[in-house]
């Protein structure tokens, strides 16, 4: 039974890109979770998909924008990526409701 | 604004002793909290929760406990094990559909 799965791993972008990261989550499991972890810090809630559409949403610009497909995998994309953008970024799934969420590795983006 | 806090960076323990990790927490409408483990290059994964209405919770060499008077909550890992040295974070949630608010971990070193 897989797990939460992200991709790619590994992100090196310049300022002023566009980047797409993508999470399949784990079996059974319909609601997605997005968070952006900076070096030393906890995890930030960016925002939480749920049958296609985004049910709540932390405090990040609309550069930050996703999107939930029908077999709920999940896009987090970013515009106009400035050098702060430069973390971890954390998929978690869970059932609508319940707790746990389960997180994939992540993939550690760097801005250049 | 912080509402959910690990104060302590590092905790170093020698095997076999009790490590205790301390949470503290601002917003008393926090209704579920939850401990989380992470190595590095891995995503957190998930250890022990507690709801607001127990104090304990245990799960074999793991216990939490919520003293919700003192907005203070923390886990016991008895005994301690080498495998046991990672990142630990504790998050809170106003209920089991909400985002996890997550502190900025404490990062547990077992001395053989």
């Known amino acids: 039974d897989a797990g939460v799965t992200q991709s790619p791993t590994h992100l090196i972008k310049t300022r002023g890109q566009q980047v797409t990261l993508r999470c399949s989550p784990k079996?059974?499991?319909?609601?997605v979770s997005w968070y952006q972890q900076a070096l030393g810090q906890g995890p930030q809630f960016i925002f939480q998909?749920?049958?296609?559409?985004?049910?709540q949403r932390g405090n990040f610009p609309d550069r930050f924008s996703g999107h939930q497909f029908p077999n709920y995998s999940s896009e987090l994309n970013v515009n106009a990526l400035l050098l702060g953008d430069s973390a971890l970024y954390l998929c978690?799934?869970?059932?609508?409701?319940?707790?746990?969420?389960?997180f994939g590795d992540g993939t550690r983006l760097s801005i250049l | 604004d912080q509402q959910v806090k690990q104060n302590s960076p590092s905790l170093s323990v020698q095997e076999g002793r009790i490590s205790i990790l301390n949470c503290d927490y601002t917003n008393s409408m926090f209704d579920y909290f939850l401990w989380y483990k992470k190595y590095p290059a891995e995503g957190p994964t998930f250890l022990i929760s507690?709801?607001?209405i127990k104090d304990k919770n245990e799960d074999g060499r793991f216990t939490v406990f919520l003293n919700k008077s003192a907005k203070h909550l923390s886990l016991h890992i008895v005994p301690s094990q080498p495998g046991d040295s990672a990142v630990y974070f504790c998050a809170a949630s106003l209920d089991s559909n909400y985002q996890l608010i997550w502190g900025a971990g404490t990062k547990l070193i077992i001395k053989p």
């Open positions: 978690a799934s869970s059932l609508l409701g319940f707790q746990p969420q389960h």
């Open positions: 079996s059974g499991h319909d609601t």
């Open positions: 507690i709801s607001s």
């Open positions: 998909y749920y049958e296609e559409e985004e049910r």
